[in-house]
């Protein structure tokens, strides 16, 4: 089987070496790495090449078998996200045999922060940190043994991957020859377990490839999806609360990329506005692409015009599909195919079905709701998980309840809408959002956020050209 090599350069860092996750028993790599696994390796052997004491990653990815003719575009996708994902962390080289990516880590390489790193890149399945040993049977049963000894389990199996065919021994023999020394060193220290080639327990990889051999037991979840940037654009509205964060996150799992607008009110009191809380989510998403914009557009006047002039049960409704118009002119800007929203069917009134629908209908756009099937539990779970739920429970000023109506409606049509809307300017006010709004900018670089200072998105001159 053919394989590429890839060269990247090396940054300096810091020296660890722990452990993956089990194949069948799936643990946060929080666990893992807390069993201090490798941290006292002593080298194996040295190779002018690659240096046999430092760590390996094994990256296997999702759904990209799937792709047929388009494989080397999601493959060169994940390829350049891993390599944006580990800038920082000392890399000799990224191998590409069959199907899987093997990163091979430099002197002092930080394997904590390169695991931290790995769980935020959309399309890898799963990782394992493995062992490079010797190129001999005797060094890849004795590597082998190592991992497994310390776990504990009664079916185990060996299953091996032999992408160089130099190598002496075929895959059965590799897998009966380290399967029966596994076997004969666990009896001998009393331990009742047996080789289970279906659904085992535990499974020992070994991995065949030019270079030292490759040798883990256990395996860390990956965020699963596609890679980064390889779905097109979209423009999410990004609200202060814990729903459209975790919407923008399911999108850039499909390997959307995503740009944001917040719409924010001046609060009651001073530094009560829901700036940072925008700011702070941005940051917190912006490493699953590697760069984010984020447009802040002040509301709360476009909001006291429409309680001036519309009919006070469809206020809410009259601001969300405000804040479409506006949106798509950004999205428009960014050469964006579609909007992203948090709604989840019937969780609040302005989310029955048919408010939905009237709310659609201002949009020339696709409107897409990754949540909108899904329960508040299922989207406060991924917020935790995410690291977003803490920061949209900060205390701040949401602009949508603003001029709350007393009786909400419920089921509201286009038509309705419409007529509602009839005494509005809406090329106007959409000017106005367009014209007040401010861009702030986001980069993940070396494992770091940064961010640009607020700015003018628009001159003046340029806002109606930009929303016609």
């Not at 709004?437 to 770091?448: D, H, P, Q, V």
């Amino acid at each position: 089987m053919s394989y590429r090599i890839f060269r990247v350069s090396c940054v300096p860092g810091v020296r660890a070496l722990d452990k993956a996750e089990s194949a069948y028993s799936p643990l946060p790599a929080a666990d893992i790495l807390s069993t201090g696994y490798g941290r006292d390796v002593t080298p194996l052997c040295e190779s002018q090449e690659i240096n046999m004491s430092n760590p390996v990653l094994v990256v296997h990815y999702h759904e990209l078998w799937l792709k047929g003719g388009n494989r080397r575009f999601f493959l060169g996708k994940l390829f350049t996200a891993l390599r944006q994902s580990l800038q920082g962390i000392p890399v000799e080289r990224i191998e590409q045999p069959g199907d899987r990516f093997i990163v091979r880590l430099g002197d002092r390489a930080a394997v904590e922060e390169a695991i931290k790193r790995l769980e935020r890149i959309p399309g890898v399945a799963y990782y394992a940190v493995a062992r490079p040993v010797e190129r001999n049977m005797e060094a890849l049963c004795a590597a082998a043994w190592a991992e497994i000894e310390p776990l504990r389990f009664q079916g185990f199996a060996v299953r091996a991957k032999r992408s160089d065919k130099t190598f002496p021994h075929s895959t059965m023999e590799i897998e009966s020859t380290v399967g029966r020394t596994l076997l004969e060193n666990l009896r001998a220290r009393g331990r009742e377990v047996r080789v289970r080639l279906k659904d085992p327990e535990v499974t020992c990889h070994v991995e065949i490839t030019p270079g030292p051999l490759l040798v883990y037991a256990q395996k860390i979840p990956g965020m699963g999806g596609l890679p980064p940037n390889t779905a097109g654009r979209m423009t999410c509205l990004l609200s202060g609360g814990y729903d459209s964060a975790v919407a923008a996150y399911h999108m850039m799992k499909r390997g959307a990329h995503l740009s944001f607008v917040h719409f924010y009110g001046t609060g009651a009191q001073p530094g009560e506005s829901s700036l940072h809380i925008a700011s702070g989510l941005a940051r917190t998403l912006v490493p699953y692409q590697f760069r984010a914009k984020l447009y802040r557009v002040p509301f709360e006047a476009i909001q006291r015009e429409i309680v001036r002039a519309a009919p006070e049960g469809v206020r809410i409704l009259l601001y969300r599909r405000m804040m479409l118009r506006i949106a798509e002119a950004f999205a428009r800007r960014d050469r964006a195919l579609a909007l992203v929203t948090g709604d989840s069917l019937g969780q609040v009134a302005s989310q029955t079905l048919r408010n939905l629908v009237a709310v659609d209908a201002a949009a020339r756009m696709p409107v897409f709701r990754p949540l909108i099937g899904t329960d508040k539990m299922e989207i406060l779970a991924t917020a935790k998980k995410i690291g977003t739920y803490e920061i949209s429970s900060e205390p701040f000023h949401d602009c949508c309840p603003v001029f709350m109506p007393r009786q909400p409606e419920l089921y509201a049509s286009p038509r309705e809408l419409d007529e509602a809307e009839a005494n509005l300017d809406i090329a106007s006010l959409v000017t106005q959002g367009a014209r007040g709004a401010t861009l702030e900018k986001f980069a993940f670089t070396g494992g770091r956020v940064e961010a640009t200072e607020p700015e003018s998105v628009l001159p003046a001159d340029q806002s109606h050209a930009a929303i016609a």
